[in-house]
């Protein structure tokens, strides 16, 4: 697997190093409950080591490289902190005080990170604030930094897909993530040792303040406390709503997080809209072209920079050459009648690409990649009818054991698969076998053993967390650590997205015979809606035409989200059956944030 590769190579060592100005020290971060949300010092004592039995030396040497922690300096003026979130956070200096560029997941980690910043270059100001991309770990920390009061700048659509992506299918992604990130996993060889965009995600607050200038043109240029920025939207790329940015006279070129130093996901683990790796590879066409011998250095939302015209064009090269050969060769396949299954198995990348640092699958990974490329086009269906009404996994799995002739005998066929060093069909197997009978110890146990062989084997830091997580829950059941959204995110949901987020929840067979209508005035915003509650739909209609309704209310959307909250009527004024309010809640589920993925 790692033959490729020159591990005797240290230049990437040396631009990760160079620029430090100083560490946090100690690299600890907490929340106001004394509660630990980042801590940096793990990681480095962890990773200041040889790469162990447990770990894969690839990967083991990208999260040396992402264990580096503290302030640098990228270029005059430009300055970013590293190693103290999943992500980077810039600063950069202008006339009278700082432009922040994405302030990290939390707004705990976002504080340190400014105050470290400040030890060393004095107490500036934060005058603006860039968020280059609608991921939470790019804006979450917001509030780390400011209160909300200076120019916030933002692709155009940031807002939409900052917050859908949050709300609709929050519980599941949030679920997963905990799988894809190793957030309940230990720091250690056997454990957590990154996930190659970075080493961990950190566990305080999310904030969000809505941005006040859009970005809505390739091109648009903006000058932000004296300093010049230029434009480039990239939409549909790993964000739907992103964008890279020169700063012409700093000659630093700003990435974003289309070009980092892994291969990235076209279809994240812990679930997303697919992106398309056709658009991602054209847009890194358009900036080398648009920003070629315009900068000295290049850097990112993760990782560290890249020096040089001739490296950086290197760089941006064989990132568009990846995900392009990505797209293209898995739609080639996929036309001579090969299923993204079996399209995974095919593709091995150019010799060229495959000795690339950069290009290595830490985060994404070829395999999973190919599969979405193919979803992306041709969706979860095969074209083989007897894929088309499969069982559900646990009628299949009783099924698998009885054609077996019982679970002892699946478990010593597993046995033969992993004594014959096929893990992965063992894990197939061993899965049939949990799902049908979930108490059976033994069955649980040797699957978590395959997990955890499959995991410390792996080059790609997300598949090694999903396999080790796994492991653990099948020992030890779920263990959630939740993240804390805040009010702050509640706060920027808009009207249409809190009454989507209701129909969402809806329990759609307990109220199939009901019928509601409710109409809502919205003094605070100047908006009104109807929602209507009809054969288990909530529909909405934004202005609606006068007609008959059940309940009337005239609020603020503070009202309304002390109401979904549990604190009754508030402030809201109403004519009608209030009755029906507390009905239509009533048919509300609740998300179930454990729910099981390892076992039925």
């Known amino acids: 697997m790692n033959d490729a590769l020159d591990f005797d190579d240290r230049v990437d060592f040396d631009n990760a190093d160079r620029g430090l100005v100083a560490a946090l020290t100690p690299g600890i971060v907490t929340a106001a409950d004394g509660r630990v949300v980042w801590d940096a010092d793990a990681w480095a004592a962890l990773l200041a080591g040889d790469c162990p039995d447990t770990a894969n030396p690839s990967l083991w040497r990208q999260s040396q490289l992402c264990a580096r922690q503290g302030l640098y300096e990228v270029a005059e003026g430009i300055y970013q902190v590293r190693g103290l979130d999943i992500s980077n956070m810039t600063v950069v200096e202008g006339d009278t005080g700082v432009i922040v560029v994405d302030p990290l997941l939390s707004v705990e980690t976002a504080a340190a990170a400014l105050g470290l910043y400040r030890a060393h270059r004095g107490d500036r100001p934060v005058t603006a604030v860039i968020y280059s991309h609608s991921h939470a770990d790019h804006f979450g920390g917001v509030a780390g930094v400011t209160d909300g009061s200076v120019p916030i700048l933002a692709p155009v659509g940031f807002m939409e897909h900052a917050v859908a992506e949050n709300v609709y299918a929050g519980t599941a992604m949030t679920r997963r993530?905990?799988?894809?990130?190793?957030?309940?996993?230990?720091?250690?060889?056997?454990?957590?040792?990154?996930?190659?965009?970075?080493?961990?995600?950190?566990?305080?607050?999310?904030?969000?303040?809505?941005?006040?200038?859009?970005?809505?043109?390739?091109?648009?240029?903006?000058?932000?406390?004296?300093?010049?920025?230029?434009?480039?939207?990239?939409?549909?790329?790993?964000?739907?709503?992103?964008?890279?940015?020169?700063?012409?006279?700093?000659?630093?070129?700003?990435?974003?997080?289309?070009?980092?130093?892994?291969?990235?996901?076209?279809?994240?683990?812990?679930?997303?809209?697919?992106r398309d790796a056709r658009i991602w590879s054209r847009y890194l066409t358009e900036a080398i072209t648009m920003f070629d011998g315009q900068a000295d250095v290049l850097f990112a939302s993760h990782h560290w920079p890249t020096w040089g015209r001739e490296n950086m064009t290197r760089f941006l090269s064989e990132q568009r050459d990846l995900y392009a050969y990505l797209h293209d060769q898995t739609l080639r396949l996929a036309n001579q009648g090969h299923t993204g299954a079996e399209i995974a198995e095919m593709i091995q990348l150019p010799p060229a690409l495959a000795a690339a640092w950069h290009g290595r699958g830490y985060y994404g990974s070829v395999s999973h990649n190919v599969k979405a490329v193919y979803q992306r086009y041709l969706g979860w269906f095969d074209g083989n009818p007897a894929n088309l009404w499969q069982h559900p996994p646990v009628e299949t799995a009783k099924r698998y054991v009885d054609c077996f002739g019982g679970i002892e005998a699946l478990l010593a066929k597993a046995r033969d698969f992993v004594a014959a060093g096929d893990p992965r069909f063992a894990a197939q197997l061993l899965q049939h076998a949990v799902f049908a009978d979930p108490a059976h110890g033994a069955a649980k146990e040797m699957l978590a053993q395959?997990?955890?062989?499959?995991?410390?084997?792996?080059?790609?830091?997300?598949?090694?967390?999903?396999?080790?997580?796994?492991?653990?829950?099948?020992?030890?059941?779920?263990?959630?650590?939740?993240?804390?959204?805040?009010?702050?995110?509640?706060?920027?949901?808009?009207?249409?997205?809190?009454?989507?987020?209701?129909a969402i929840r809806l329990d759609a067979p307990k109220a199939w015979h009901d019928t509601i209508t409710v109409d809502w005035t919205f003094t605070d915003l100047g908006q009104s809606y109807r929602t209507t509650l009809r054969n288990g739909v909530l529909l909405q209609q934004e202005n609606p035409p006068p007609g008959q309704s059940d309940l009337r209310l005239t609020l603020t959307k503070r009202d309304l989200l002390g109401m979904l909250a549990g604190k009754g009527l508030g402030g809201a004024a109403h004519d009608g059956d209030v009755g029906v309010l507390r009905r239509l809640v009533g048919y509300l589920d609740a998300p179930d944030p454990s729910f099981a993925i390892v076992t039925p």
């Open 177 to 274: 993530a905990t799988f894809m990130y190793g957030a309940t996993l230990p720091t250690g060889p056997a454990g957590q040792i990154g996930f190659g965009l970075g080493l961990a995600s950190s566990t305080g607050t999310v904030s969000l303040f809505p941005p006040t200038l859009d970005i809505t043109h390739t091109g648009q240029e903006e000058t932000v406390d004296g300093v010049r920025i230029v434009f480039q939207l990239t939409p549909g790329t790993e964000a739907p709503s992103e964008m890279n940015f020169l700063f012409p006279d700093r000659r630093a070129l700003c990435m974003a997080e289309n070009a980092t130093h892994t291969m990235h996901n076209v279809l994240t683990l812990r679930g997303a809209l697919v």
């Open 450 to 502: 395959v997990y955890e062989t499959l995991g410390h084997g792996a080059e790609n830091g997300i598949w090694r967390n999903f396999y080790l997580t796994g492991a653990q829950e099948l020992r030890h059941g779920p263990k959630i650590t939740p993240i804390d959204l805040g009010a702050g995110m509640a706060a920027v949901l808009s009207i249409e997205q809190i009454f989507d987020t209701l």
